[in-house]
């Protein structure tokens, strides 16, 4: 949630952090704002509610000159998103300035003793109160800057991550973080600041991740310096970013979403390669191997994620149960971590995250682990927090993912929580021999068959024409195909704003049957397997009530073709590995209908790519 940008060097600071800002988009806002201190030492702030565009606009006839600033994209918390309350905020004197992602919990506290001491607030925020208290330390206490940013913090009770930049003093910014993510890129003679890597990539390679309550110090032309809190110095730890230019990038295609989708062969390929090879029986999960006694002697797997995230967990519920006959229980994190949950010692935790940065999973870590609880991280950001936190853990390899709804990173999630439970189940001997060599060589081939799939975007761009202007859907799905039915109802209400539900089909005669008429589109996963037959009666009840039908089925079906107002083919897949290829349809046909409707694809309203605060 929210975008930090900051620089500090030998270069005009406005072009990089504006840039910035706009790399940082996909990460949802509602207002931006920048500020710089220019050549004669004059402290500029521009911020205005919208995007990032209306902030450049504004910014055309004023002095935007610097070469340090810092820059932020807001997603309202604490007032209403405008222009008072965009960042950067100013503290009592506007000597300095700060922008802030997280939540200050106490602030409201804080606030009454800084007004009983004179303080003014412009706004709503609890951003504000935070840099009021650092001056008022600072001056209070006659330390320095850093020294102030470090005993504010051990004031405040919250999550954080900030950058304060001092009209005084413009060869320095201080940064700090806790819960929010944080890196910097060393440059030559440079610095630049970002809540992940996407601004930085371009100019640098090399970064360092900041860790939870560490303090950075960036002074001009001296070298990063890091310390806690507590005022204990820390080594930095320079890595080398993986991430290319091009990836994050839309190469040509009208929206960073369809640029993904179309990516999926490859996301799906890259999340296997080195890892199965089914010539040889080969499946290697190094985080697993670690953990090995701990999988096999495992009396239950609980699977702790949010969102898209949390559908690709119900999938690797089905998944580890029928393959390795260990109990699973998908929890959203959000209420695992409220409802004082029984967690043994030999659990194995599995948490699923696209970004590493939620906040709820991390929350879910830390009450896991303080059980005794393995923790088994699932995430696509090398050096993200829930890659740090947890005890074990293997990267998806989705590379970087722009667009809000998830697509990507749903089947990357997929295809690496499958090859855990394959790995899980050779170590158990709960699979035959030849049943293990026939999944591996079927997920071999899944990228090929998403490939044909993807060739049916003309046709499914025609249905969607049809039903842009529904007002309602249902997507029905039995066994593994039900999580895809929720994952499917979720992208059409994320990204057109139609209300959809996904149901398992059987349930769908318990309440949502009253709902269906002659205008309801009922999206079915209708492929070949042990459930087909029902789902076929559930179709047929469908129709009865003049509902629409759209199914997904297997290549040559006959049955459901003459009932369905429209089928997609898929080709032919292992019940267990239906996700990975029926899912592709109603990505595509969820992105067709909201461009139709003229809706922001990559920015869906209300909504961040990573949700860093509760």
């Excluded at 859907?473 to 139609?498: C, D, M, N």
Aim: net charge negative; with cysteine.
């Amino acid at each position: 949630m929210c975008g930090i940008v900051g620089y500090i060097g030998n270069r005009e600071a406005f072009p990089i952090i504006i840039k910035g800002l706009q790399r940082l988009e996909y990460r949802g806002y509602d207002s931006a704002g920048v500020a710089m201190i220019n050549p004669n030492q004059k402290l500029n702030v521009y911020k205005k509610k919208g995007k990032v565009s209306d902030l450049l606009d504004f910014c055309k006839d004023q002095d935007v000159s610097g070469t340090i600033g810092i820059g932020h994209t807001r997603w309202a918390t604490h007032g209403e998103p405008n222009d008072v309350n965009s960042h950067p905020h100013y503290s009592q004197s506007k000597d300095l300035v700060m922008i802030h992602n997280g939540i200050i919990e106490n602030y409201a506290s804080i606030k009454e003793g800084l007004i009983k001491r004179g303080h003014t607030f412009l706004s709503q925020t609890d951003t504000e109160v935070l840099i009021h208290l650092i001056e008022d330390i600072r001056q209070h206490e006659n330390i320095k800057l850093g020294h102030a940013v470090m005993a504010a913090l051990k004031q405040v009770i919250g999550a954080y991550a900030i950058v304060v930049l001092d009209k005084n003093d413009p060869d320095i910014l201080i940064a700090a973080k806790k819960g929010s993510p944080m890196v910097i890129g060393v440059g030559n003679n440079e610095f630049f600041i970002a809540s992940d890597a996407s601004p930085i990539v371009e100019y640098t390679k090399n970064v360092v991740y900041i860790e939870d309550e560490h303090v950075a110090i960036i002074r001009r032309n001296e070298e990063l310096k890091i310390r806690t809190i507590r005022d204990k110095e820390i080594t930095p730890y320079v890595q080398e970013l993986e991430m290319e230019l091009e990836a994050i990038e839309k190469g040509g295609y009208d929206h960073f979403m369809l640029k993904e989708i179309y990516e999926q062969p490859r996301s799906i390929f890259d999340s296997m390669r080195g890892r199965l090879n089914s010539s040889t029986g080969h499946l290697k999960m190094g985080g697993i191997e670690e953990h090995e006694t701990k999988f096999k002697n495992a009396k239950r797997i609980i699977i702790i994620a949010c969102g898209t995230s949390w559908h690709a967990g119900m999938v690797a519920e089905y998944l580890f149960e029928e393959y390795t006959r260990i109990p699973v229980e998908v929890e959203y994190a959000s209420e695992f971590r409220y409802r004082n949950p029984i967690i043994y010692p030999d659990d194995i935790v599995i948490a699923i995250s696209q970004s590493g940065e939620t906040a709820d999973t991390l929350a879910a870590i830390e009450l896991a682990k303080s059980k005794g609880a393995i923790i088994f991280g699932v995430c696509n950001v090398v050096g993200s927090s829930i890659a740090r936190a947890t005890h074990a853990g293997s990267y998806t390899h989705a590379g970087p993912e722009i667009g809000v709804a998830s697509t990507k990173a749903f089947t990357a999630q997929v295809t690496v929580l499958t090859l855990m439970a394959l790995h899980v189940a050779k170590i158990k001997g709960t699979l035959a021999e030849s049943r293990y060599r026939q999944l591996l060589y079927e997920m071999e081939s899944i990228p090929q068959k998403v490939e044909e799939v993807l060739k049916l975007n003309d046709a499914i761009k025609t249905i969607a024409a049809k039903y842009k202007d529904s007002t309602n859907a249902l997507y029905l799905g039995r066994g593994y195909s039900f999580p895809v039915a929720l994952e499917g109802a979720l992208k059409l209400k994320e990204i057109s704003y139609i209300h959809a539900e996904g149901y398992p089909a059987a349930e769908m005669k318990h309440g949502p049957i009253a709902l269906i008429d002659d205008s309801m589109p009922v999206f079915v996963i209708a492929t070949k397997g042990p459930n087909y037959e029902k789902v076929v009666s559930n179709i047929q009840e469908v129709k009865a009530r003049k509902g629409q039908i759209i199914a997904v089925v297997t290549a040559g079906d006959k049955e459901v073709k003459n009932t369905a107002d429209y089928v997609i083919e898929i080709p032919e897949t292992d019940e267990s590995l239906v996700p990975l290829v029926s899912v592709i349809p109603w990505q595509l046909l969820s992105y067709h209908i909201a461009v139709m409707r003229g809706c922001n694809v990559d920015q869906p309203r209300n909504l961040a790519k990573s949700v860093t605060v509760e």
